[in-house]
């Protein structure tokens, strides 16, 4: 094989008429001595158009300022991008052509950081012909790029002077470099062309990606198309009817060179790219050689532009697609709900879909699996959707559907997953649940429609899988009062205005108080008292609940520790914990920390947990009691009896007491109501495993003599002392043994 050293041109160190030509300056840019040294090291001796090469060396972008400013006929800058400072290259080439106005030099940046890129403002608004990384460039490709610049500096060079094209090429390059979409561009470069040469605008251009795309009249489309051609726009090649124009389209991009005959002209654009353009147009009469240059110059220029066009596609793509699935992504989604709004289409509606359960299929089959569904699901919605739906995806197993509402039927949507998808060869059953969000219906832009769409599908959600739920005004304020009262519960807590109030529990048998339950309040700046009901639920949502839950530990257990002091021994304190504490990994260390610190006995502190979520997490649940019991503290089932627990389970928890819930409470005066049997039934479970049974709610006599005669030990209620501040449960307890009521043993 034939080495690609072997195709570059040498000259002979002896040869004396090579050596009297004047040679190409090119100016090395750069703070690192070894680039200097290994640049004309490889360039020795080589000849760019029968000349040789002559190096002039700045390191630092204040000392090439000097020499440009004094240095005439320079042809090339090597350009570092970061010297003296990360920009020092690009301020550099700001200078070059603003205020030193030395437009012919074609610069090259280079850098030794492969991350680093122009942004596409820079790539824009810079005259920067060439970007290259110093990896890259080899000898041979640092040769080839030197070759094109110097070629390109020395047309430009001598048609400035003279003549009116090279206007027409700088300004039309700089209007196409403003150009997004690669068919503005390519209309501009039939414009472009066709005055440049003084003809009318008519032709026509097809593309093709060099990596992706074979040459072939039926795969490529016509992008652009003027005069006799306009027709053919977004057509194949294969559409057009002249044989001759579109043999030289196909033979120019195969060969990547400019085809001429006397009537007619193909030129190429981006040879080397990775995008490719093949420019035909009629022109009538054979091109001269003047024309021929300002082509050439003009091919050169249309080439960087297109480069930069490209760059422009592929960074478009990474912010506007999903890297995965290769669909819109929630930032394109955004726009097009924007772009939709903006004319006019307000019939449409965006669905979000979120697949029902997935997260525990990729846990438990593994994320290559769950990636392979994803891409079922993609594909059978790009399949299943009309071409006026944008199927896009906003992130993770959520997709969104974009179109015309008749098009988007959410029972149709729903009934694209009856059917089982194939992965891996097995049959794999999925459900989707939908957020609906009509555009008509709410105002708001991209972002907003989304987020009330997901408040639709967090709605769905909760119903059950499968379902599916319109936002509606309602929904949006219900969300708006839950992140108001959210805010305003972080600044309550931050400035103390949350409070504990104790309930008295008494024991049916004596009634002595045996002990109290605390009970977490907030009082707003109002005034106005807010009820627990309200707020707790967003406090375990947002996690307030984790810092909330231990304050309230911690002032429980001081009071119950004040209390024993004042001579109220044995009164145990009750205090509730939400799942969110038990998962918390430092739940235990917390726990620990507040017996130490208060000086509680940890006997007479009892944790009480909801039936419900004793019932989500048995086994880790069942652990973390293990270990709370081995502290000494007790622990309670609280609302028993609202769930479904087991016997076997509910022995496996090893908790120490059960508080029959308040609507069973409340219902055992009602004749016909099952109350009164659930109490009685948990009442004999806790006699039966050996557990104390706590009724609450109890706000009558007969409702207590009922309790009292099925054997329930404890009660807490109106009956016997509403919930009260500290100060007031001290003095109700002196007055409790005034009266004779003797406190707890």
Same mark, same amino acid.
């Given at each position: 094989m034939v080495e690609e050293q072997d195709d570059i041109l040498f000259c002979s160190e002896d040869n004396e008429t090579q050596a009297s030509l004047p040679g190409w300056k090119v100016l090395i840019v750069d703070d690192e001595d070894d680039v200097h040294r290994a640049t004309v090291f490889a360039m020795r001796n080589l000849l760019v158009a029968g000349r040789p090469l002559e190096f002039l060396h700045a390191h630092s972008a204040a000392e090439a300022r000097t020499l440009l400013a004094n240095e005439t006929g320079i042809a090339v800058v090597l350009l570092d991008v970061v010297m003296e400072k990360v920009d020092a290259g690009l301020e550099l080439v700001r200078d070059i052509r603003d205020r030193l106005n030395l437009l012919e030099v074609r610069i090259i940046l280079r850098t030794g950081q492969p991350g680093y890129a122009p942004e596409m403002e820079v790539v824009r608004d810079y005259d920067i012909n060439d970007y290259k990384t110093k990896a890259e460039l080899t000898r041979i490709k640092l040769y080839t790029t030197l070759t094109a610049a110097i070629r390109s500096y020395n047309q430009l060079h001598v048609i400035s002077a003279s003549r009116r094209g090279l206007d027409l090429i700088v300004r039309g390059s700089a209007r196409l470099l403003a150009e997004h979409s690669i068919g503005d561009f390519a209309a501009g470069v039939i414009t472009q062309i066709t005055g440049l040469l003084g003809l009318p605008p008519e032709g026509l251009i097809i593309t093709r990606r060099q990596d992706s795309e074979p040459i072939s009249a039926s795969g490529l489309r016509v992008v652009a198309a003027a005069g006799r051609y306009a027709g053919l726009l977004g057509q194949p090649l294969n559409r057009l009817d002249d044989d001759e124009a579109r043999d030289m389209l196909l033979r120019s991009l195969d060969t990547e060179v400019s085809l001429f005959n006397e009537r007619r002209t193909v030129l190429l654009l981006g040879a080397h790219s990775g995008m490719q353009m093949a420019a035909y147009i009629d022109t009538a009469a054979p091109i001269d050689d003047t024309d021929h240059q300002l082509i050439e110059v003009f091919?050169?220029?249309?080439?960087?532009?297109?480069?930069?066009?490209?760059?422009?596609?592929?960074?478009?793509?990474?912010?506007?697609?999903?890297?995965?699935? &290769?669909? =819109?992504?929630?930032?394109?989604?955004?726009?097009?709900?924007?772009?939709?709004?903006?004319?006019?289409?307000?019939?449409?509606?965006?669905?979000? $879909?979120?697949?029902?359960?997935?997260?525990?299929?990729?846990?438990?089959? @593994?994320? =290559?699996?769950?990636?392979? *569904?994803?891409?079922?699901?993609?594909?059978?919605? $790009?399949?299943?959707?009309?071409?006026?739906?944008? %199927?896009?995806r906003v992130h993770g197993d959520t997709f969104g559907?974009?179109?015309?509402?008749?098009?988007?039927? =959410?029972?149709? %949507?729903?009934?694209?997953?009856?059917d089982p998808f194939e992965i891996d060869h097995t049959e794999q059953m999925l459900s989707a649940s939908l957020g609906c969000v009509a555009l008509a219906d709410v105002p708001g832009d991209g972002l907003e429609t989304i987020k009330n769409a997901s408040i639709a599908l967090k709605r769905a959600k909760a119903v059950g899988r499968g379902s599916y739920c319109y936002y509606d005004r309602e929904m949006g304020i219900e969300v708006q009062e839950r992140v108001r009262l959210l805010r305003n519960l972080r600044n309550a807590f931050q400035h103390d205005r949350l409070f504990?109030?104790?309930? =008295?529990? *008494?024991?049916?048998?004596?009634?002595?108080?045996? @002990?109290?339950?605390?009970?977490?309040?907030? &009082?707003?700046?109002?005034?106005?008292?807010?009820?627990p009901e309200r707020f707790i639920a967003i406090a375990e949502y947002s996690g307030l609940i984790i810092n909330i839950g231990q304050w309230v530990l911690r002032n429980a257990c001081h009071r119950q520790t004040s209390l024993a002091a004042a001579g109220f021994t044995g009164f145990r304190m009750a205090v509730n914990v939400s799942l969110a504490q038990f998962r918390h990994p430092r739940f235990l260390q917390v726990l620990q920390e507040a017996i130490a610190d208060t000086g509680i006995d940890p006997t007479l502190l009892e944790l009480e947990i909801t039936e419900s979520m004793a019932m989500?997490?048995?086994?880790? *649940?069942?652990?973390?009691?293990?270990? *709370? &019991?081995?502290?000494?503290?007790?622990?309670? %089932?609280?609302?028993?009896?609202?769930?479904?627990?087991?016997?076997?389970?509910?022995?496996?928890?090893? %908790?120490?007491?059960? &508080?029959?819930?308040?609507?069973?409470?409340?219902?055992?005066q009602a004749a016909g109501n099952p109350g009164e049997s659930i109490a009685q039934t948990v009442v004999q479970l806790g006699r039966n495993l050996g557990l104390a049974v706590i009724a609450e709610g109890v706000e009558t006599d007969a409702q207590a003599h009922s309790l009292r005669a099925m054997g329930c030990h404890e009660a807490q209620g109106y009956l016997f002392a509403r919930p009260m501040e500290s100060a007031d449960l001290a003095a109700w307890l002196a007055q409790?043994?005034?009266d004779g009521i003797p406190p707890a043993a």
């Open positions: 091919c050169a220029n249309m080439a960087v532009c297109l480069d930069n066009l490209d760059l422009l596609a592929q960074l478009n793509a990474s912010a506007f697609v999903d890297p995965q699935l &290769k669909l =819109p992504n929630r930032t394109r989604l955004v726009q097009e709900i924007d772009h939709r709004r903006r004319h006019g289409n307000t019939d449409d509606l965006l669905v979000l $879909l979120n697949l029902d359960h997935f997260s525990e299929t990729n846990e438990a089959l @593994g994320h =290559p699996y769950g990636d392979r *569904i994803l891409r079922a699901v993609a594909d059978r919605l $790009l399949e299943h959707s009309a071409s006026r739906v944008l %199927v896009a559907l974009l179109g015309a509402a008749r098009l988007l039927q =959410p029972e149709a %949507v729903i009934a694209l997953f009856d504990l109030c104790y309930q =008295p529990q *008494i024991d049916l048998a004596s009634g002595r108080v045996i @002990g109290a339950e605390a009970l977490l309040r907030w &009082k707003a700046e109002s005034g106005e008292l807010i009820p989500l997490e048995p086994d880790y *649940i069942a652990g973390v009691i293990r270990d *709370i &019991k081995a502290l000494g503290v007790s622990v309670a %089932v609280d609302d028993f009896g609202t769930g479904f627990s087991s016997l076997s389970y509910l022995q496996r928890l090893d %908790v120490d007491r059960l &508080k029959i819930d308040r609507a069973f409470v409340t219902a055992l409790q043994r005034a």
